[in-house]
């Protein structure tokens, strides 16, 4: 059946891009991404080569590295062309009791995996511009802490005492930013806090200025909001 070879070589080709995406959430350098990115794909297809006699169970495991459930399910899919053709009636036979069902499954299982990977590690592995979560803020999300934070207020930082232009009234805010904190690490070890704790709205049909002196943190700002 074609539309198997298809579904195959589809589940393949999406689960690339989303183990490509997560690859470029933590390589931030295009030349290092270049020269790693390679080596890793091959290094996930070593596998399905090296321990092609191993049992059914450590093939599963293995599987969830993408390019070994694809060449495992290519492995079945030549073999069963060999005995007579690959169709959905046989689609769980198996020789070694590695189906092309398990491999399609896990194909699918390593593109919702990669994607999630994916979205957490881009939120909280550091880079060079924006500000990167704290690793368990999935779970604060998910039971609802808020750090100690009153009942509708922003722990964000600002000074308690400090003198802040009240919200626009009627307006929602289309860009809001809350605690936007950046720090560098000098030569000599010391941290120096380019952006401490910035706070403010922009509202549509509005023309809003972003001022300070040289060094400031203005650009720096700018550049962790884009």
């Not at 400090?162 to 930013?177: L, Q, R």
Request: with cysteine; aromatic share 10%.
């Amino acid at each position: 059946d074609f539309f198997i070879m298809f579904l195959l070589y589809l589940l393949f080709g999406i689960s690339n891009i989303c183990l490509s995406g997560m690859l470029s959430s933590v390589l931030s350098k295009s030349r290092v991404a270049a020269l790693v990115a390679p080596v890793i794909f091959f290094m996930c297809a070593i596998p399905s080569f090296v321990l092609s006699g191993a049992d059914a169970g450590t093939l599963v495991l293995l599987s969830f590295l993408s390019p070994t459930a694809f060449a495992q399910g290519m492995t079945q899919l030549v073999q069963q062309e060999i005995g007579g053709g690959a169709t959905w009636g046989a689609i769980n036979d198996s020789i070694g009791g590695y189906p092309i069902s398990v491999a399609l499954v896990m194909l699918a299982v390593d593109i919702v995996l990669y994607l999630l990977l994916t979205l957490y590690l881009d939120a909280v592995v550091p880079s060079d511009w924006g500000t990167h979560k704290h690793p368990c803020f999935c779970f604060k999300a998910l039971f609802g802490s808020n750090d100690g934070a009153a009942e509708g207020e922003d722990n964000d930082g600002r000074d308690a005492k400090g003198a802040f232009e009240p919200e626009t009234p009627g307006k929602k805010p289309a860009v809001e930013i809350r605690g936007m904190r950046k720090e560098f690490t000098l030569p000599t070890g010391q941290r120096m806090v380019a952006v401490n704790d910035l706070n403010f709205n922009m509202y549509e049909d509005q023309v809003y200025a972003l001022l300070g002196h040289n060094g400031a943190g203005k650009t720096t700002a700018m550049n962790c909001m884009t």
